[in-house]
């Protein structure tokens, strides 16, 4: 079992940038793949980017390449999103996830097994 917070989300102004946290608990999370979504208002959730259990692999929507880092700390039992760059359609509620596998394909395919609250970010013009 993962039990999973966000923090780090709130008002930014376009370019600007935001570091999301997802800390979890139980001792799982260092064999787990975690992923972002978001769900924007009238809007299905997305998969925004996802980490392997190693940190060895990532991946990153197109919408998002090169302006968000997926990055995770087994030891803090934390993963991050770095986002920049930030533009009005990146408003969403974040969420973290995690998979019951340690692959990003458990993330990609499945999505996740265990979710956190969410956190919003919003981006004025």
């Known amino acids: 079992q993962v039990q999973l917070v966000e923090s780090g989300g709130g008002l930014v102004q376009e370019g600007g940038s935001l570091r999301l946290s997802c800390a979890a608990s139980g001792r799982t999370f260092g064999s787990v793949a975690m992923g972002w979504f978001r769900q924007a208002p009238g809007k299905e959730r997305e998969l925004v980017a996802a980490?392997?259990?190693?940190?060895?692999?990532?991946y990153y929507a197109e919408s998002v390449k090169g302006r968000f880092t997926i990055s995770r700390d087994n030891a803090q039992l934390t993963a991050y999103l770095h986002m920049s760059s930030l533009k009005p359609e990146d408003t969403a509620v974040y969420y973290c996830?995690?998979?019951?596998?340690?692959?990003?394909?458990?993330?990609?395919?499945?999505?996740?097994?265990?979710w956190g609250q969410g956190t919003q970010v919003t981006v004025s013009s």
């Open positions: 980490i392997s259990a190693t940190g060895g692999s990532t």
């Open positions: 996830a995690a998979s019951r596998g340690r692959s990003i394909s458990t993330i990609i395919s499945g999505g996740g097994d265990y």
